[in-house]
């Protein structure tokens, strides 16, 4: 599937010799990643190409003119559609050419050399693990040392993965993004230093029975424990008071397996729970507590009345979705996201809108979930139809004067 990524600004510079070139803003889930010239991204191309021939998607051509602004505009619309059509092939995405790139690209843009670093790599009961690493260290290695650490098995590392994360003073915790693969976590985390993020591990997969292929592992089903306990303290789940006591008795005599076994029955265990956010469903306005997983986006609702209303919109009847960025907040301290998707109501289609900072994060939940499918439907010999889902974004150029803005949408393929 197709990551999610955009570009957001194009910037246009004057080299030392007096002549102008063009910077492209590469961001990966709304975050800045690095950027690029067209050159770079072209040579880059040439290589991939050399390597997997006609399954590198077609890149933007080179233009022989002086290119006016249709023709900017068009070039940044192609470069992004490159970078995401690029991505749908794992033999690409896992080669040393396209991870080389974004690795270079990364630390040149932030200007962090290659060197020895110390990074922390936080647990979910919020106990840390110091690494010795190099600042060039990707996310797969990373989380590959720190889980060898801990002595997970390594056919286990597919079912984790590393999150930015934030700790509140309110005690509550936002999940901010999950990390590439790709990615190098040590840059990410100097470029989002406003953001005040922690690096952390936690399980990556949507669909609670898989706790069951982790179990036989002590080092993993420690690691379910302790997510599990931590989604019991900051009310992620919502158990009976019957659980609860049993989860609490279980939990002071150190069962952890009856443990796990219980919580699998409680309702939103193993579900990534959202900050809170608006939506215009059943009206406009209303605020929402989201849960996503298990195949569906669970929805609290505060309806006007101040009455509160639960609706669970299910995976399989939903056909597509979108990202879209909306731009600035009035303020103009943060941007501004939504993420709408296309829902079967009682034989209807109807478009739901949420209003969330976390849009590009849902986005990547509802692909878990759609691949978690299509495994098991694969498994179990039976044909799935894929709906596709979108990312579509309202984007703006940055020119020399910062007042001539250009706004315009795209609408991607997601899958």
């Known amino acids: 599937m197709k990551l999610h990524f955009s570009i957001t600004a194009v910037e246009e510079l004057r080299e030392r010799r007096g002549g102008r070139y063009v910077l492209y803003s590469v961001c990966l889930e709304g975050f800045l990643l690095g950027k690029a010239r067209y050159s770079q991204l072209r040579r880059w191309d040439a290589q991939l190409r050399q390597l ?54 990364q630390q040149d843009t932030f200007k962090i050399q290659t060197q020895r670093a110390f990074l922390d790599v936080y647990l979910t009961d919020g106990s840390n ?6 600042t060039s260290d990707t996310a797969e290695r990373i989380l590959e040392v720190t889980l ?5 098995s390594r056919e286990l590392i597919k079912y984790f993965s590393l999150f930015f994360f934030q700790d509140h003073d309110d005690g509550a915790l936002s999940v901010v993004k999950k990390v590439a693969e790709f990615e190098l976590p040590y840059v990410s985390l100097q470029s989002m230093k406003e953001l005040h993020c922690k690096l952390g591990i936690r399980k990556w997969y949507m669909d609670p029975s898989l706790d069951t292929l982790l179990m036989d592992c002590r080092a993993s089903l420690n690691l379910l424990y302790m997510q599990a306990i931590q989604e019991v303290k900051r009310n992620w789940v ?15 005599n150190a069962n952890r397996a009856k443990f796990l076994e219980l919580i699998r029955e409680v309702q939103f265990y193993g579900y990534v729970r959202l900050d809170p956010c608006i ?7 209303c605020s929402a507590d989201i849960y996503v997983g298990n195949n569906e986006i669970n929805c609290c609702i505060k309806l006007p009345t101040n009455q509160t209303k639960e609706v669970s919109f299910k995976i399989n009847r939903l056909r597509s ?76 150029l940055v020119r020399p004067n910062d007042e001539d803005c250009v706004f315009e949408k795209i609408r991607e393929e997601d899958l």
């Open 52 to 105: 997997f021939g006609n399954a590198v998607p077609p890149f933007p051509p080179k233009f022989y003119l002086v290119m006016t602004k249709s023709m900017a505009d068009e070039r940044r619309s192609q470069l992004e559609q490159y970078l995401q059509n690029v991505t749908l092939d794992s033999n690409i995405t896992n080669s040393d050419v396209f991870i080389g790139f974004f690795r270079k690209l």
């Open 129 to 134: 693990i110091r690494l010795d690493i190099q």
């Open 148 to 152: 060898c650490k801990m002595g997970l």
């Open 238 to 252: 919502k158990p009976t008071e019957g659980q609860m006591q049993e989860l609490e008795f279980l939990q002071k």
């Open 279 to 285: 939506c215009d469903y059943p009206e406009e306005g």
């Open 321 to 396: 979705w979108q990202v879209t960025f909306l731009g600035a907040t009035k303020d103009g301290e943060e941007d501004t996201l939504e993420l709408r998707f296309e829902y079967n109501d009682s034989g209807t289609w109807q478009w739901i809108i949420l209003y969330t900072k976390q849009a590009f994060l849902l986005s990547s939940c509802l692909k878990k979930m759609i691949s978690e499918q299509m495994m098991k439907a694969s498994k179990e010999g039976q044909e799935m139809v894929i709906h596709s889902g979108f990312l579509l974004r309202k984007r703006f």
